[in-house]
């Protein structure tokens, strides 16, 4: 479904409430020394004046229309960012390996991959990213439940 | 030191044995990336940042893994346009018109080959170019103030947003949107908090890490579960026989040629590489006249776009180093990247870090050999990428784009902000919001405000002091006269229109 100019008149609005929220929160920046007559408030100011401006042209003159996908697609994306907030959420409860595990194999089955070899495939990413970044680089990444039971010598 | 010394204390920095590697390194990643349908050289180079920092490579080291790897992308690019006619990114579009027509003839292996031969040409004659081009840089880097400074940061604004096509309205709000995100944390000029939210992690600012993979790696995935079950053509046969040594004849006019034009596109701030395609093509297609068989399979159409897109990657460094002012996404993670380093591209970079500039010039000769080494015999390697299955490639962008941001801070908060990225960048694109604004802006934004704020503490105040000299009001003009760019071509274009209707 494509309304004409619909796009942009939202995403003009949108970029323009951003505006005026940066100004507005701008406005309570107010310390100056001698050495730095502008001090932390005028740039944000200008900044977000730019953002109002342009968002207030792009909502009175919007462009071409934008095709949007289906409903079923745009759902398809909603669960997918959802699995990322779960995928952040679940990194310390349920440890680096097995939270990627989860998410690897249940991006792959979306991707078209059998489950089994999904699962499968998942575990052996999460082992593999644990290995080579907090073995071999030695970036802590959380151990969660598979940490608390193999113990700190585990994988 | 004249530029030969200055160039032969480069390739001692290059052809160390861990610089050397991390070239033949990022060359064959960059190839692979390239090669791989939806995933171009940003996310490759987003994706490896965390890694650079975990390795704890100095500078020169990290930019000459990254340069190397941005190239690689050009050749690798060419190779699912010519096979699939799917265009990895915007600037090889280009490439599929005659690429992929002579694919089906069964002529993908002399494609293949020809456009490695001319990424070749145009990547080593771009980087003949830079080398001659650093000195004079180096010098007129001097004339700049912290007025200047300020001007300049405008004009690279302005350029992105007037030059990059589209909508410039949109351009300069992402430019916006950067220059605030840029604001986020204690200020360094009075210490106290900006846009914090009351939020401890948020006062060292919004990592540039997470920002870009969030907007290039989760956005493209995202992007990807959209389009996914689209139809995908099978890979049609490499084919046999290979190139003749008239082709390499015939073609080389049109590499150089369209090496030129892909440089000097290259070097505008907010042009690069989608800009000089289509150029290079269209100046083959006149200059070939109308009995030749462009778009139907000619081997100058694929040799041009593929030489210019190369030749303009080599380019956008320039202003990048020299200026401070990416031109194109890939350059501006580059200098976010060198900036994490406290290295501060722009005008004084070729004078205080002439070490790591000329490293990365000899460097980038060095990568544009191995890359065709790697991309003449082992071209069928690559092409098996092609059949990665989507269910393995996708899932391990995601599990790279979460660790990398783990890596950064250990903070949920960031992979959060990565998710939000990612849904922003993708809704951003869709709505025709270019997103390579939003990145200068937020690598520029400290700079900018840094140097406004000494500008206005030298003049007390006064606000000619930003177009005192000639230099910045030069500088301004330029800026006003890219911004009414869309208008003025408009306005020529349009009364050309009339005419010969």
Redesign the interface.
């Known amino acids: 479904v494509t309304v004409r100019g619909r ?2 008149r939202v ?1 003009g609005l949108a ?1 323009a409430a ?2 005026l929220a ?1 100004i507005w ?2 406005q309570g ?1 107010e ?1 100056r ?1 001698l ?6 408030k005028p ?2 100011t200008v ?2 004046s ?2 109002l401006a ?2 207030v ?2 909502a009175v ?1 919007p ?1 071409p229309p ?1 095709a ?2 289906s409903a079923r ?1 745009l759902g ?2 909603a669960a ?2 959802a699995a ?2 779960l ?3 679940l ?2 409860p349920l440890g ?1 390996v097995l939270a ?1 595990a989860l ?3 249940l ?7 059998r489950p089994l070899v ?1 699962v499968l ?2 575990l052996g ?2 082992a593999a ?1 644990h290995a080579l ?1 907090d073995r071999l ?6 151990g969660g439940v598979l940490g608390a039971v193999v113990g700190p010598v585990g994988l | 030191m004249d530029a030969f010394g200055l160039l032969a204390a480069g390739f001692a920095t290059a052809l160390t044995p861990l610089n050397l590697g991390l070239a033949v390194a990022g060359a064959f990643v960059g190839t692979v990336v390239g090669a791989l349908p939806g995933i171009g050289p940003v996310n490759a180079i987003a994706l490896l940042l ?2 650079v920092y ?2 704890k490579l100095p500078a020169t080291s990290a930019l000459i893994l990254m340069a190397a790897t941005y190239s690689g992308g050009g050749y690798g690019g060419r190779i699912a346009a010519i096979l699939l006619n799917v265009p990895g990114d915007p600037s090889s579009v280009m490439t599929t018109l005659d690429g992929h027509p002579m694919a089906r003839r069964g002529e993908g292996a002399r494609a293949l080959a020809i456009t490695a031969i001319g990424s070749f040409v145009g990547g080593t004659s771009a980087v003949v170019l830079l080398t001659l081009a650093a000195p004079t840089i180096a010098r007129a880097g001097l004339a700049f103030g912290p007025a200047e400074y300020v001007a300049l940061v405008a004009l690279a604004l302005a350029a992105a947003a007037g030059i990059g096509g589209g ?1 410039a ?2 351009a ?2 992402a ?3 950067g ?2 995100l840029a ?1 986020v944390g204690t ?1 360094s ?2 210490g ?1 908090e ?2 914090t939210f009351g939020e401890l992690e948020f006062l060292d600012g919004i990592d540039f890490t997470v920002v870009v993979i969030g907007l290039f790696a ?1 956005a493209e ?2 992007e ?3 389009r ?1 079950g689209d139809a995908v053509e099978a890979v049609p046969e490499v084919g046999r026989g290979g190139l003749a040594i008239a082709d390499i004849v015939m073609t080389l006019p049109t590499m150089l040629r369209s090496a030129l034009a892909g440089f000097v596109v290259g070097v505008l701030p907010g042009a690069g590489a989608t800009l000089a395609t289509p150029l290079a093509y269209a100046i083959e297609r006149r200059l070939a006249g109308p009995n030749a068989g462009f778009g139907k399979g000619d081997i100058r159409g694929v040799a041009a776009p593929e030489t210019a897109d190369n030749a303009s990657h080599a380019g956008s460094m320039i202003p990048m180093l020299a200026l401070g002012i990416p031109g194109s996404a890939t350059t501006a993670v580059m200098m976010g990247a060198l900036m994490l380093y406290d290295i501060t591209p722009g005008p004084l970079l070729f004078r205080d870090n002439a070490p790591l500039v000329w490293g990365l010039i000899a460097s980038m000769y060095l990568a544009n050999v191995v890359l065709l080494v790697l991309n003449l015999p082992l071209i069928r390697l690559f092409v098996r990428m092609l059949l990665v ?4 490639l ?3 962008v ?3 784009a ?2 990398g941001v ?2 950064v801070n ?1 903070s ?1 908060l960031d ?2 902000l990565a ?1 939000g990225f ?2 922003a960048g ?1 809704a951003a694109r ?4 270019p997103l390579v604004p939003l990145l200068l ?1 937020m690598v520029l934004g400290r700079m ?2 840094d140097n ?2 000494r500008a ?2 030298l003049s ?2 006064d606000l000619v002091i930003l177009v005192g000299s000639p230099l910045a009001s030069g500088l301004w003009i330029a800026c006003v006269v890219v911004l009414l760019w869309p208008v003025l071509a408009g306005a020529v274009l349009g009364r050309r229109d009339r005419a010969e209707v």
């Open positions: 796009t942009d995403l970029l951003l505006g940066a929160a701008a920046l310390v020394f050495g730095d007559p502008v001090g932390p740039f944000p900044a977000g730019v953002l342009c968002g042209l792009v003159r462009g934008v949007w996908p697609r398809a994306i997918a960012a990322l907030v995928y952040a959420l990194m310390r680096f990627t998410a690897v194999a991006s792959a089955m979306v991707f078209g991959g999904s495939f998942g990413v999460g990213l970044f680089l030695e970036i802590p990444l959380p | 965390p890694l975990a390795l909508s309205a949109k300069l709000a430019g916006a949107i220059l605030l604001t200020d000029g009075t106290i900006r846009f989760v995935v995202l990807l579960i959209e996914r299955p989507p269910w393995v996708y899932p391990l995601i599990a790279l979460f660790t783990w890596a250990n949920v992979l959060l998710t990612g849904v993708w869709k709505a025709g919001m802006g900018l405000e406004l704020r206005m503490a007390g105040g």
